[in-house]
């Protein structure tokens, strides 16, 4: 089920967008406009009631976690990117999962890699500011100034130490509640965000962070990890998966959305163990809510005054348990640990052209800036392909490295695709079903009369809209 209601019943969203033909206008006509007339436009500027009453929304919005307050142009960008996949919004078939969760299967890896070929990490390290030399056109990083351990360091650098910056983190000032503990927000901007405010302030080149980071209200949401510890949840899960959790195979494939939850609450368990060490008999699930200052429909508060247990009741009571076996299975049957993370959906914050600095801003001798606040043409934030693309292109430019850095998948450039995705998006509707202003539908029927035995007419057919 990608989506239940009713207390763990299916929520009958049966794999249909269900878009009407006005909210259909208004997706196409995002799909057309260029980036520059979306600079600062929210996605409730381009979208109405219409789009937002839609199941394309429900499952647009939880599982990348936008909200209509959010960028329409970062909105437009996704739409173009993996248009190729709009087939399996509805049961998110398109995603690919590492065997174990992200930390273990790549961090590490990497980390061990790098040190491996004599990379120097220096831990407990908190970058204040980088001196930089800002005339006659090039901009040069001079010398970087920290704190280890709470004492002052400099490292000064020539034109040929390359320093690249990652700017800003969604995960920054991120705290851990308890089983019996609320997770508190702290409204610090941290070190990335504190570093990326003091370069912005050197050169405008250096990009806008205010633009994301200046309103927590809008970018904070709470998550959660809940652990099953005995064998009482699992079936619960199991009647919603259809998949046994323990089979050691992906178990949900992708989140499951809640539609009636007053926290518009979502959950996720990927193939089991996630965590090398964890225990046979335990399951980690991955729990969020994307509304955050509402009661919940069982724990009367909102998530972010919430307990891990009282999140687990939450969660428990939407899946279907009997309210008189939710608080002690909360208690005793799960350990679950909530995080607030103030700057989380701070990606998608509105935004113009330039708010972010480009990867290497023009005249930059020796600084760049890689990650998901700097600017690369036609990628989405919030992916691991993002953060490599910046990389290669910062390092490829700045070492002169006579290379091109891959482009991004061009799907939307293909109109095999665009065609495909006009059929899902439709709900399989055919192109003579859905309603047309009179000229266009008259236009319509000669246009396709005269089509025939033609390649087009057989493009139309193979796409699936006549």
């Not at 499951?256 to 399951?283: A, I, Y």
């Not at 247990?309 to 309210?323: F, K, T």
């Not at 998901?372 to 490295?401: K, P, Q």
Request: proline share 4%; with cysteine; aromatic share 12%.
């Amino acid at each position: 089920m990608r989506a239940t209601q009713n207390q763990g019943q299916d929520g009958k969203t049966d794999g249909k967008f269900t878009i009407d033909d006005q909210a259909t206008k208004e997706i196409i006509e995002l799909f057309l406009s260029t980036e520059e007339s979306l600079n600062d436009k929210k996605i409730n500027e381009v979208f109405s009631e219409h789009f937002f009453k839609s199941n394309f929304w429900l499952y647009w919005r939880t599982m990348f976690a936008f909200e209509e307050w959010h960028s329409a142009m970062e909105m437009r960008r996704y739409i173009m990117r993996f248009i190729h996949h709009l087939g399996g919004l509805p049961d998110l078939s398109a995603l690919k999962f590492t065997k174990f969760n992200q930390y273990e299967s790549l961090v590490l890896p990497l980390v061990a890699h790098l040190k491996a070929n004599g990379v120097q990490f220096m831990y407990n390290t908190v970058v204040t500011d980088i001196e930089t030399d800002i005339s006659a056109g090039r901009k040069t990083a001079k010398k970087i100034l920290y704190t280890q351990d709470g004492k002052a360091g400099t490292i000064n650098l020539t034109e040929n130490d390359f320093v690249f910056v990652t700017n800003g983190s969604i995960t920054e000032s991120s705290s851990l509640g308890d089983h019996k503990t609320p997770a508190k927000i702290n409204t610090s901007p941290g070190g990335s965000w504190g570093l990326w405010k003091k370069l912005a302030s050197k050169d405008p080149a250096f990009g806008k962070p205010d633009k994301f980071c200046g309103d927590i209200d809008k970018t904070k949401f709470v998550s959660a990890t809940i652990t099953t510890l005995d064998d009482k949840i699992p079936p619960y899960i199991e009647k919603i998966c259809k998949r046994d959790p323990f089979a050691g195979t992906v178990v949900t494939g992708g989140i499951v959305s809640v539609k009636d939850s007053n926290w518009l609450l979502s959950w996720t368990l990927n193939r089991q163990p996630h965590f090398q060490k964890q225990g046979k008999n335990e399951l980690v699930v991955w729990f969020y809510a994307l509304f955050n200052d509402v009661p919940g429909n069982y724990v009367k508060k909102p998530i972010t005054e919430c307990t891990g247990i009282e999140i687990a009741e939450e969660w428990l009571y939407h899946m279907g348990v009997p309210e008189n076996q939710i608080h002690d299975l909360a208690v005793n049957s799960t350990n679950t640990v909530p995080v607030m993370m103030p700057y989380v959906m701070s990606y998608f914050m509105p935004r113009a052209l330039g708010d972010r600095p480009l990867v290497v801003p023009e005249g930059s001798v020796n600084l760049a800036f890689i990650g998901n606040f700097a600017e690369t043409e036609r990628d989405t934030v919030f992916t691991t392909e993002y953060s490599v693309r910046t990389a290669m292109e910062a390092v490829y430019t700045l070492l002169n490295v006579d290379r091109g850095v891959p482009e991004t998948f061009a799907s939307c450039f293909d109109i095999r695709v665009l065609l495909t995705a006009t059929r899902q998006l439709l709900d399989g509707k055919k192109i003579t079903e859905i309603k047309l202003p009179f000229i266009l539908q008259w236009l319509e029927r000669k246009g396709l009369d005269k089509a025939k035995g033609t390649f087009v007419h057989e493009m139309l057919e193979k796409s699936g809209l006549i």
